[in-house]
């Protein structure tokens, strides 16, 4: 238990009203007379998600017009019916293809007695061109009149097979089995071909629904622990004690900004054989980018990162070398080398031997200090350059797997009552609670030490000058 307690109650009701209350599994340490809540170690499960909203909206929308032109007779659906491929939708006045029908039908008529005639014209003046009747110009032209006769008829029959055609044209039927999504004709209404210049009516919309998507817009940040394949979960306000299951399809290249925010559009696909989901549908979709079962956790509030720690350490004026501490003991627990972390390791400064990157990182702050000062203006650029280099490769990696460990520190109570840093490493976090990968065991007491207090700059300094808190200098 932290001894030599803050003195003078107006003193810990400054300190209390910048703590936080701590989660589940946390306990009081007013005793202490700091007012610091501490939290143990626990066993959880965790899982990791990115949240995001979206709309649901079909995978692929079909839109019905009509190869006919005219006048439409009847609406057979309406606006959310299910219908079969090949179904009734839409009848059109047949009249004019019933005409240009009956045409066909004559012209094809005419075609044929032409091309008998012409025939029969031909085999004559063929027999009297044998007997020197008719002259040799007269039988060409015979020949060129029962051609052209033969011509007429095909394109007669061609015609007549269109016309048939155009026939069937007047019932439009459903192009798949799915549902009416949009109605935009009614009966009465003209409408025209879609053969037409300017691309014809679009008479329905349709869609199969039976497997719709969520498009979501995902902060930058977050987009490079999504992957297609991912399971996520979806909820929407219709049936709000339901949860949907579904898939990310993919990840669309192109990126949109809002409000100075770049985010990327991401499509999740759900199977929707119930038809509960309905295009347009506001929904909320988490997609799980990891997840551990039974391992040791502590809540978000008292675990503290690299910078986290950098900034309590001056405010609090705790001892800088607490940062430079290592897990001990826990052999395969660091991070894995970034890309282009192993390059550094093997590259010195220069060729007469200096330290290593990996070298430089272990040394306490005064030894780095000394080591800087030490090297000249080009080789302390280079250094930077290799140290921001090394930074982002890590960075990058541990946004593509969330869960690989990563140096953290938390406030633990000293053998001698003294509150001080110890480093551990963490793991995949969620919305409460953060991956304890090395450094602390179950059961182990942290202290929640608010990151507030670094702005009360006035209050510490007064805790400094007049109290004796542990672990601060005076």
């Known amino acids: 238990m932290i001894r030599n307690a803050i003195r003078g109650a107006a003193t810990v009701a400054i300190l209390a009203a910048g703590v936080a209350v701590g989660a589940c599994g946390t306990s009081s340490a007013d005793e202490t007379g700091m007012g610091l809540t501490t939290t143990t170690v626990q066993v959880k499960d965790i899982t990791s998600a990115v949240a995001a909203t979206g709309t649901v909206e079909p995978i692929r929308v079909i839109d019905v017009k009509s190869q006919a032109s005219g006048e439409v007779l009847e609406v057979a659906v309406e606006l959310g019916d299910n219908v ?3 179904a009734l939708l839409v009848r059109i006045d047949p009249r004019d293809v019933r005409n240009a029908y009956d045409q066909a039908v004559a012209d094809l008529d005419v075609a044929k007695a032409r091309s008998t005639v012409a025939q029969r014209k031909l085999e004559r ?13 007269e039988y060409e032209n015979a020949l060129l009149e029962e051609a052209n006769a033969k011509a007429a008829l095909v394109k ?4 007549l097979e269109l016309a048939e055609d155009r026939l069937h044209d007047v019932a439009v039927g459903a192009p798949i089995t799915g549902m009416v999504v949009e109605k935009t004709v009614e009966e009465g209404q003209i409408i025209t071909s879609a053969k037409e210049m300017t691309g014809g009516t679009i008479l329905l919309r349709m869609a199969d629904l039976n497997e719709v998507q969520v498009r979501t817009l995902v902060d930058e940040t977050d987009i490079g622990t999504i992957r297609a394949g991912l399971e996520a979960k979806i909820k929407v306000e219709a ?36 038809g509960l989901l309905k295009p347009g549908m506001n929904a909320d979709v988490e997609i799980e980018i990891g997840a551990r079962h039974g391992v040791l956790a502590l809540p978000n509030g008292g675990i503290k990162t690299v910078d986290e ?42 060729a007469s031997g200096r330290p290593t990157m990996a070298q430089i990182q272990a040394m306490s702050q005064e030894d780095r200090r000394k080591f800087m000062q030490g090297l000249s203006d080009s080789e302390r650029q280079r250094m930077f350059a290799m140290f921001r280099e090394q930074r982002a490769s ?5 946004r593509a797997d969330p869960a690989a460990p990563k140096p953290a520190f938390v406030f633990v109570e000293t053998a001698q009552g003294r509150l001080t840093l110890a480093p551990i490493q963490i793991g995949l976090s969620d919305w409460d609670y953060t991956e304890v990968v090395a450094g602390l065991t179950e059961g182990d007491v942290v202290y929640e030490v608010p990151q507030g207090l670094v702005q009360q700059s006035e209050m510490l300094q007064f805790m400094r000058q007049r109290t004796a808190m542990p672990g601060m200098g005076r």
Request: charge should be negative; hydrophobic fraction near 35%.
């Open 394 to 398: 890590q960075e990058r990696a541990q």
């Open 239 to 274: 049936y709000p004690d339901r949860e949907f299951t579904g898939r990310v399809l993919q990840i669309e290249p192109q990126a949109v900004v809002e409000q100075n925010v770049t985010l990327f559009a991401v499509l999740t696909r759900i199977q929707n054989q119930e």
């Open 309 to 350: 720690a950098r900034a309590l350490v001056d405010a609090l004026g705790l001892d800088p070398k607490l940062l430079d501490q290592k897990v001990q003991g826990d052999a395969g627990t660091e991070p894995p080398a970034a890309d282009g972390d192993s390059a550094g390791d093997e590259a010195s400064v220069d």
């Open 84 to 86: 079969e491929r090949g």
């Open 156 to 159: 007669a029959e061609t015609n």
């Open 125 to 137: 003046t063929g027999d009297l061109r044998e007997s020197k009747v008719v002259t040799e110009e």
